[in-house]
């Protein structure tokens, strides 16, 4: 398994075409604007070296010793190291990483565990994958996902415009044109896994190709959106954000090669769609990415409490009753993640996957919940979360100022008040907060389409027949 080093120097290794405000990026572990998330994502591979974590982070796969996100789960005990490994992996950084490597990771292992799929396809994409996961449980190597195509025309007519498309194959593999509108980490990645969402309609073959390829092959460009924070953040005025910006970037496919080895599928929608139906993909990530969002959600929840006590809103009935909402809401999410482990089931090829409808209505409840949240921390702190002097200004007669007009209620020192403030804002209000936020929204999918999808997979039989037994009373019976 890697460590921080061996990341960074992999990084090191090979160069990739990455621009960032227009100009090229030379080495990403020096760029001022990637060097941060480049040093997260080496302290994650350094977590699952320290002896007091490895017992949580590490499993075994093939005999050898993974981490824990590319073992497969076979009984509801593995489920639950898992659980313990996510939440492990996310606590540190408060949930704020949202492509970790564990997200790409969990993905792949549920792939390589679904044969029966790709044997579709034919004998050699089944091996395809197999390889393909044994190589990266063997290197370790930071995989991000790259699913969703640009948003150039969301139409039903223009649907698929501008996306990846296999435009040839020859003998040496598919030749790929297009973009993914947007993948976060891809930059500071080594590789990058390609699939779509389930929504492509007969017609869209040419798009309905999963496969892997590493972030320097050639002709594939990687433009970043500009940072939402410098290098000159100051971390005390910007908590989170100086420490855990991701970057997100657009992928240009610009005639890629993909060799056949690493084409796990290609020209067949009903297979491609099919991922989300017939793997644990959905469900494994939906664990991971449930958990990492639950560690976030805590963090904003307390953030909603702590703003309350500290200028004492807490008082007043309307507040107390939109935390209740809110802590409500954290422990819905506690618990659907709790009996999804219950609710648990087992696939045709032996992966036992946390229970569907929870998975299904933990989405729906985490994205509407999140943002929910975020409404009720700005709801409560007001002009609080904008009038936050530099804690540079507490010198000289302004340090008897804010003492006097900014301290917080019941003792709490001005400075830290203004510390607290400072975090809120970065987790509501500021750039970073705004794309944490849409990142709980989308991240997992459009929401609306979401709840809709959980509607329509839901088991209904048993409500409409409550419905029906309370339309038809039953005929009373005579003594
Ligand atoms: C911060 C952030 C990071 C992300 N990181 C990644 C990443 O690493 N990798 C990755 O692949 N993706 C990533 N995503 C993208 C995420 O998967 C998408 O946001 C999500 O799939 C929704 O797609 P969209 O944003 O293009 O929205 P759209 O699909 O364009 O939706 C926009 C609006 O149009 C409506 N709409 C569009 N099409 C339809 C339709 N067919 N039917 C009904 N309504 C429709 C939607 O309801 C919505 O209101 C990230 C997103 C965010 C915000």
Not at 152 to 175: F, K, W, Y
Not at 188 to 202: M, Q
Not at 353 to 375: S, W
């Amino acid at each position: 398994m890697r460590d921080g080093d061996t990341y960074l120097a992999g990084l090191r290794a090979r160069p990739r075409r990455v621009w960032l405000h227009g100009d090229p990026v030379g080495d990403v572990t020096v760029d001022p604007a990637l060097a941060g998330p480049a040093t997260r994502i080496a302290e994650l591979y350094a977590g699952q070296h320290l002896p007091e974590q490895r017992e949580l982070l590490v499993g075994t796969a093939d005999g050898a010793e993974v981490p824990r996100a590319l073992t497969v789960p076979r009984s509801r005990h593995d489920l639950r190291l898992r659980a313990e490994a996510f939440r492990a992996r996310a606590e540190p950084q408060f949930g704020l990483l949202g492509r970790a490597p564990d997200f790409a990771g969990t993905a792949l292992a549920a792939l390589a565990a679904a044969p029966r799929l790709f044997s579709e396809m034919g004998p050699r994409f089944v091996e395809n994958i197999e390889r393909y996961v044994a190589w990266v449980r063997a290197e370790d190597p930071y995989v991000v996902p790259a699913i969703t195509a640009p948003q150039i025309d969301r139409s039903p007519d223009g649907a698929g415009t501008g996306a990846v498309t296999v435009v040839a194959e020859n003998a040496d593999g598919l030749i790929v044109r297009g973009a993914k509108m947007i993948c976060t980490s891809a930059p500071i990645a080594d590789e990058i896994l390609v699939y779509n969402p389930p929504v492509l309609r007969p017609g869209d073959e040419p798009l309905a190709a999963v496969f892997a390829v590493p972030v320097d092959a050639p002709g594939l460009r990687m433009i970043c959106r500009p940072p939402l924070h410098g290098p000159g953040t100051d971390p005390e005025e910007h908590p989170l954000a100086a420490r855990f910006e991701e970057v997100d970037a657009l992928l240009v496919f610009d005639d890629v090669l993909v060799p056949w080895d690493r084409v796990f599928l290609h020209g067949s929608v009903d297979l491609s769609n099919a991922l989300h139906r017939r793997t644990c993909m959905p469900l494994l990530v939906g664990q991971q990415a449930g958990i990492r969002a639950l560690v976030k959600l805590e963090l904003l929840t307390g953030v909603a409490v702590a703003v309350a006590r500290a200028v004492r809103a807490d008082a007043y009935l309307h507040v107390q009753s939109r935390l209740g909402q809110a802590v409500a809401g954290l422990e819905q999410a506690r618990a659907l993640l709790a009996t999804a482990e219950v609710e648990h089931g087992t696939s045709p090829e032996g992966v036992v996957f946390p229970g569907a409808a929870q998975m299904g209505a933990l989405r729906v409840l985490l994205a509407r919940q999140y943002r929910e949240t975020a409404e009720t921390v700005r709801a409560i702190g007001g002009s609080g979360l904008v009038m936050r002097p530099s804690l540079r200004d507490a010198v000289q007669e302004r340090a008897g100022d804010l003492a006097a007009f900014l301290p917080g209620a019941g003792g709490l020192a001005a400075d830290d008040r203004i510390r607290l403030f400072n975090l809120a804002w970065d987790l509501v209000g500021d750039g970073f907060g705004q794309r944490a936020e849409l990142f709980e929204c989308f991240g997992g999918g459009d929401p609306l389409r979401v709840s809709a999808g959980g509607y329509l997979a839901a088991d209904r039989t048993a409500l409409l027949a409550s419905v029906d037994r309370a339309v038809r009373p039953p005929t009373p019976v005579r003594a």
